[in-house]
């Protein structure tokens, strides 16, 4: 299929042109070719049937042959973690097992593919319910891509991405996830270690960078859904569908751990659904990047954090429960306001919705809100058809994803 100019433009535009493990160091640029990628989406909204103005979905969905073009994705990322290429330069690695052996996986099976050394893109032959018997230890450049199958990861410890790079994390229904014990785990073929007991989260990054997680669905883990923490940056997390959980996402350690001073972190296009409480996100110390998701429920607040994070909130639908008490929007984290007053918070085009509403800190200084930016905001009113697709899609062969 010949696909528009403008589409081609599109994706070439997206595309990643270096690969480190440092952060973004000219976060002016990301913004600048961003911009690019959300008013060409924008032009095309008139002339493919399909698109939505999501820079990222409108990049590959309109492909009937997605299924032949699958690395495609992988030129479609935007934000912080746009240069992470996953397993694009690899091959294909197909799942037809959902067997789970941590120290001895067998070919076929997940945990199989994703401990490979070299560059693999994963897919999976069938749909499949995985149930780990440990974390899923993740070596560097893999894609996980769940389209073309119903994919649930659950019922069992879930998905760790420790000191490596490169990640990406696509289509997957990852759910009800839970603590793994004490035990040896295979990280690399030539290669397991002794693991203690993991925190329960769907999706745990501990030191890594260039890691992006869009379109999954994600519920009810034992710990948080998404986590990154230990100096982890780079990071992109869109287009995903989360319900019914407590503690969302924390992204930094601790206040004392100053390596997450350099995390940078894109949130964007994300649906936060029914039977949420808290921590959409939850930040420290870093730079967030929260821009055109739509909140309709949380029980306690939706955006907080602590020892001083920078947060651009930008183009957010922001629905507050009824309970008159809990309207706000943000929550400053065990902290005075003689201390809090002075962090760089701001909301700028959010819709404020059911007396939803945002407490603003800091002088905006410009250089802070410059390293919390990597996309140029849509108006919230966009929002709903912007994020009409999050979560695992539903992707069938031969026809538009």
Not at 74 to 90: E, L, P, S, T, Y
Not at 216 to 221: D, R, T, V
Not at 226 to 253: C, E, P, Q, R, W
Not at 287 to 313: C, E, L, Q
Request: with cysteine; net charge positive; glycine share 10%.
């Amino acid at each position: 299929m010949a696909f528009p100019f403008s589409v081609v433009i599109l994706c070439f535009l997206l595309a990643p042109v270096l690969i480190s493990s440092s952060p973004v160091q000219d976060p002016e640029l990301v913004v600048e070719q961003v911009h690019k990628s959300i008013n060409s989406s924008r032009r095309n909204l008139g002339y493919l049937s399909c698109g939505t103005g999501n820079p990222i979905d409108d990049c590959w969905r309109c492909d009937p042959n997605w299924e032949k073009n699958r690395k495609r994705l992988a030129d479609c990322a935007i934000g912080f973690g746009k240069q992470a290429i996953g397993g694009r330069d690899g091959k294909l690695y197909v799942v037809t097992d959902a067997g789970d052996d941590p120290v001895n996986p067998k070919p076929g099976t997940l945990r199989y593919g994703v401990i490979q050394n070299e560059p693999l893109w994963i897919i999976f032959k069938s749909n499949m319910v995985i149930k780990l018997k440990q974390e899923l230890i993740m070596n560097s450049f893999k894609t996980i891509d769940g389209r073309g199958a119903s994919v649930h990861i659950a019922g069992g410890p879930c998905i760790t991405i420790q000191y490596v790079t490169n990640i990406i994390i696509h289509g997957l229904n990852i759910h009800d996830c839970k603590r793994g014990g004490n035990a040896y785990v295979r990280d690399s073929p030539s290669h397991y270690g002794w693991r203690t007991i993991s925190d329960g989260d769907g999706v745990s990054i501990f030191g890594g960078s260039h890691i992006w997680v869009d379109h999954c669905s994600l519920s009810n883990c034992n710990d948080g859904l998404i986590d990154a923490i230990h100096g982890s940056t780079a990071i992109t997390i869109s287009n995903n569908y989360m319900t019914h959980h407590n503690k969302v996402m924390l992204l930094g350690h601790s206040d004392s751990y100053k390596p997450d001073k350099n995390m940078q972190v894109t949130i964007a296009f994300n649906h936060f659904g029914e039977g949420l409480v808290q921590r959409m996100p939850r930040c420290r110390l870093g730079y967030f990047h929260v821009v055109n998701n739509d909140y309709t429920h949380w029980n306690m607040y939706a955006i907080g954090g602590s020892a001083a994070p920078t947060i651009n909130s930008q183009g957010n639908r922001f629905l507050a429960p009824d309970d008159r008490f809990h309207k706000e929007v943000t929550k400053y984290e065990n902290t005075p306001q003689s201390v809090w007053k002075n962090w760089n918070w701001r909301s700028k085009g959010d819709l404020f919705m059911n007396g939803a509403f945002f407490t603003s800190s800091g002088a905006g200084a410009s250089s802070s809100y410059a390293r919390a930016s990597s996309l140029s905001a849509k108006p919230s009113s966009l929002v709903g058809s912007m994020t009409s697709g999050a979560g695992a899609l539903i992707c069938r062969r031969s026809s538009r994803c």
